[in-house]
């Protein structure tokens, strides 16, 4: 049925520093930039079409491809939206993970643009080696790299 998980969305209230992050440091390309001027003859969506008269211009939304067909979108903060908790400490969204082929090799490119690592390469209790690191928002992300033994590729129930 899925074939892959298309995107996750984020919130933002520091839009720049983020298309800057994932397309800088992690190498991502802006593939879709919408404003609110796609609203102006929108009459189904009142609220955006009010937005889009009054600031077309407006971000309404990014989406940066980070593998080909898979994306992290980007929204503006919107008015009176509060900043989430410390990481972990609410239900939901906890972190998303990218897969490489060969982590170390990774690890060493990403840090040459800038990538300040919150761990070292570990291997986790799945078998597959891992290493963490957050984007400007404080979004934790996992860089991961499949083994052999890798849960993932072979499951494990218990």
């Known amino acids: 049925m899925f074939r892959s998980l298309m995107h996750i969305a984020l919130y933002t209230d520091n839009m720049d520093e983020m298309i800057r992050f994932y397309t800088e440091v992690l190498g991502a390309r802006i593939k879709v930039r919408t404003t609110y001027r796609s609203y102006l003859e929108r009459d189904d969506r009142p609220r955006q079409q009010k937005i889009a008269r009054e600031d077309p211009d407006r971000i309404f939304n990014v989406y940066l491809e980070l593998a080909p067909g898979q994306f992290?979108?980007?929204?503006?903060?919107?008015?009176?939206?509060?900043?989430?908790?410390?990481?972990?400490?609410?239900?939901?969204?906890?972190?998303?993970?990218?897969?490489?082929?060969?982590?170390?090799?990774?690890?060493?490119?990403?840090?040459?643009r800038g990538l300040q690592f919150d761990t070292a390469i570990s291997k986790g209790p799945s078998g597959t080696y891992q290493m963490w690191a957050h984007d400007p928002d404080g979004n934790k992300f996992e860089i991961m790299q499949f083994t052999a033994d890798s849960y993932q590729v072979k499951g494990h129930i218990e």
């Not at 908790?85 to 969204?93: D, H, I, N, S, T």
């Open 72 to 112: 992290i979108e980007l929204f503006p903060k919107k008015e009176g939206q509060i900043s989430d908790v410390g990481w972990g400490e609410r239900l939901g969204y906890h972190h998303y993970a990218l897969l490489v082929d060969d982590i170390v090799r990774a690890r060493d490119e990403l840090s040459a």
